[in-house]
């Protein structure tokens, strides 16, 4: 039986880090933006610009900002991109 987790991420924090990360995508003509943060841990994204379709979207994504942001703010467990 699986219990779920309820997980209260700083808002602020996450916005910080995507300070960081942010440079690095318009760099390339592309940015990002914070849609929601839900219960369970996962950061759902907006990928704009050059990056929002770009191939290598899901690497910047897992292997970018994924990466930081788990390290930077506690709790995030996922991140996600939110096509809208």
């Known amino acids: 039986m699986s219990?779920?987790?309820t997980?209260?991420?700083d808002r602020k924090a996450v916005e910080a880090a995507l300070e960081v990360v942010r440079p690095s995508l318009q760099a390339d003509g592309g940015d990002?933006?914070?849609v929601n943060i839900r219960d369970d841990?996962?950061?759902e994204l907006q990928l704009q610009g050059a990056c929002h379709g770009c191939p290598m979207?899901?690497?910047t994504l897992k292997?970018?900002?994924e990466r930081y942001l788990k390290q930077a703010v506690p709790g995030v467990k996922e991140v996600i991109?939110?096509?809208m």
């Open 3 to 5: 219990e779920e987790h």
């Open 7 to 9: 997980v209260t991420i």
């Open 32 to 34: 990002v933006s914070l």
């Open 41 to 43: 841990g996962v950061v």
């Open 57 to 59: 979207a899901m690497i």
């Open 63 to 65: 292997g970018g900002i």
């Open 81 to 83: 991109a939110i096509d």
